[in-house]
């Protein structure tokens, strides 16, 4: 499939959620906790950044002054706040694609600082004239928070699911026309770290410590 490129009408967006309290994390917001060096954050913007051509941010308002502050000189982003705090990050998501005009969207949460722009672009072509793409690997759960979305279809789905006071982040794949993209296909594109989060303090030790391994071997 040929991208039509940024003024075509297969126009592309990346959402990020952030609107979590990260209280695994502690005292800190997690989507700004430095990985060596860089906000979690502007890294997962930054890696959207050459596939997409819009990127939203979707977070508390208590929250834009940091994240715009870790954004600073970065890929223009606009903010998507929440109506409503804590209502998990399955409105999260509807509240960010509600900023888009864009057809499909990647939805990414910002704790996935390994979020790997080959497989995201992949996921873009598998969406492609269906509702979603969603990853699964063996023996885990689907990654909606690492997907592609057609971006009328998910709010919709969404706001369904919400409507019956459904907050599962799963929810919204019942009323979905999406393909699976499971372990083997993922890994034609990226290593499985793309997918690993960062809840706790010493998981991002162990991503510092990845980044740096992976400098090493470069
Ligand atoms: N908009 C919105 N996003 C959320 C909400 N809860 C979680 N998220 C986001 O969803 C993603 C995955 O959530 P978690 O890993 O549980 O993050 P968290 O809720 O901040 O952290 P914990 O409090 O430790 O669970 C993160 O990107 C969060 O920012 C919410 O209530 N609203
Ligand atoms: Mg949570």
């Known amino acids: 499939m040929v991208r039509q490129g940024r003024d075509g009408d297969d126009v592309r967006a990346g959402v990020v959620l952030a609107g979590g309290h990260s209280t695994r994390f502690g005292d800190e917001d997690k989507s700004v906790a430095p990985l060596a060096g860089t906000p979690m954050i502007r890294r ?3 890696r959207l950044e050459p596939i997409v051509d819009d990127i939203v ?3 508390r308002s208590e929250q834009v002054p940091r994240i715009e502050a870790a954004l600073e000189g970065g890929p ?3 903010f998507a706040i929440d109506p409503v705090d804590d ?3 399955m409105a999260g998501i509807s509240t960010g694609l509600r900023e888009t005009t864009a057809s499909y969207a990647a939805v ?3 704790d996935m600082p390994f979020v790997d722009p080959a497989l995201v672009d992949h996921l873009f072509e598998r969406a492609d004239g269906r509702d979603a793409a969603v990853p699964r690997l063996e023996d885990r759960w689907y990654q909606t928070t690492q997907a592609v979305y057609r971006v009328d279809a998910m709010i919709d789905a969404c706001e369904r699911a919400l409507a ?3 907050r599962r982040i799963v929810a919204p794949l019942d009323d979905l026309e999406f393909v699976v993209v499971d372990e083997e296909e ?3 594109h990226a290593p499985l770290e793309a997918f690993e989060n960062v809840n706790t303090r010493e998981e991002l030790a162990e991503a510092r410590e990845r980044l740096e391994t992976a400098r090493d071997d470069e």
Request: proline fraction near 5%; aromatic fraction near 0%; include cysteine.
């Open 76 to 78: 223009d982003a606009s």
């Open 57 to 59: 941010v979707n977070c």
């Open 164 to 166: 019956r006071d459904e």
């Open 186 to 188: 993922v890994r034609a």
């Open 44 to 46: 997962v913007v930054d």
């Open 108 to 110: 990414v949460a910002c």
């Open 87 to 89: 209502r998990g990050p």
